[in-house]
Nanobody, 127 residues
Framework: QVQLVESGGGSVQAGGSLRLSCAFS????????MGWFHQVEGKDREGVAS???????????IYVNSVKGRSTISRENAKKTLYLQMNSLNPEDTGMYYC?????????????????WGQGTQVTVSS
């Protein structure tokens, strides 16, 4: 049984940074492709970033245009942990952030491709 638990959210001023973490419980973490999603109340969940199964400098990643250049997704397979480093935050980044795991599809930003989800962590950016 796979469980995902996010942490690291909080309230920051515009221009600030946050590092989100997602702890994976279960087996075969390194075989799952992982993603981060952002959701604002009343709107659909939007893919932010996704990473393939390989960690480190050889990792394959994709990002939504709105975060390119200021966010980095990474993973530590030995620790079964996924990260999202977010810099230069702006009020549009406010919302819930969810991590997700896919057993079959990689490097996708649509929620339908993911099998497991965490409960989310709230990020609030004030201007």
């Amino acid at each position: 049984q796979v469980q995902l638990v996010e942490s690291g959210g909080g309230s920051v001023q515009a221009g600030g940074s946050l590092r989100l973490s997602c702890a994976f419980s279960g087996e075969f973490y390194s075989s799952y492709c992982m993603g981060w999603f952002h959701q604002v109340e009343g709107k659909d969940r939007e893919g932010v970033a996704s990473i393939g199964t390989v960690a480190g400098t050889d990792a394959s990643t994709i990002y939504v245009n709105s975060v390119k250049g200021r966010s980095t997704i990474s993973r530590e397979n030995a620790k079964k942990t996924l990260y999202l480093q977010m810099n230069s935050l702006n009020p549009e980044d406010t919302g819930m952030y969810y991590c997700a795991a896919s057993a079959s599809l990689c490097l996708i930003l649509r929620s339908a491709g993911y099998h497991y989800w965490g409960q989310g962590t709230q990020v609030t950016v004030s201007s």
